[in-house]
């Protein structure tokens, strides 16, 4: 499985961006999804995760009602819009597979594949 994510950038305060996660090598459909992240100087942290079929997610307490997660089977795509953006977002993002359970996970160890990341950074 080969991950691949885009949409980063440079954004004030209050604005919004959409990230997007490009997948291959194996049925799109048959893997949950999760988005991390990590700002520098800290450990990679859980942002959200995604059923296979998109009708349950989670969330980490900090991005509840600001972040959503969503998924395009038929494009093998998912998704991460980010809403009323913090200077705390700011990280280098990164989209996974877990090709494993069905169950959503929040720990890094629960995915199998992993993409190269995509910086975010919302400034004040």
Same mark, same amino acid.
Do not use: H
């Given at each position: 499985?080969?991950?691949?994510?885009? #949409?980063?950038?440079?954004v004030q305060?209050?604005?919004?961006?959409?990230?997007?996660?490009?997948?291959?090598?194996?049925?799109?459909?048959?893997?949950?999804?999760?988005?991390?992240?990590?700002?520098?100087?800290?450990?990679?942290?859980?942002?959200?995760?995604?059923?296979?079929? #998109?009708?349950?997610?989670?969330?980490?307490?900090?991005?509840?009602?600001?972040f959503t997660?969503?998924?395009?089977?038929?494009?093998?795509?998912?998704?991460?819009?980010?809403?009323?953006?913090?200077?705390?977002?700011?990280?280098?993002?990164?989209?996974?597979?877990?090709?494993?359970?069905?169950?959503?996970?929040?720990?890094?160890?629960?995915?199998?594949?992993? #993409?190269?990341?995509?910086?975010?950074?919302?400034?004040?």
């Open positions: 499985v080969k991950l691949v994510e885009s #949409g980063g950038g440079l305060a209050g604005g919004s961006l959409r990230l997007s996660c490009a997948a291959s090598g194996r049925t799109f459909s048959s893997y949950v999804m999760g988005w991390f992240r990590q700002a520098p100087g800290k450990e990679r942290e859980f942002v959200a995760a995604i059923s296979r079929s #998109g009708s349950i997610t989670d969330y980490t307490d900090s991005v509840k009602g600001r997660i969503s998924r395009d089977n038929a494009k093998n795509t998912a998704f991460l819009q980010m809403n009323s953006l913090k200077t705390e977002d700011t990280a280098v993002y990164y989209c996974a597979a877990d090709l494993r359970r069905s169950a959503l996970v929040i720990m890094r160890s629960g995915y199998d594949y992993w #993409g190269q990341g995509t910086q975010v950074t919302v400034s004040s």
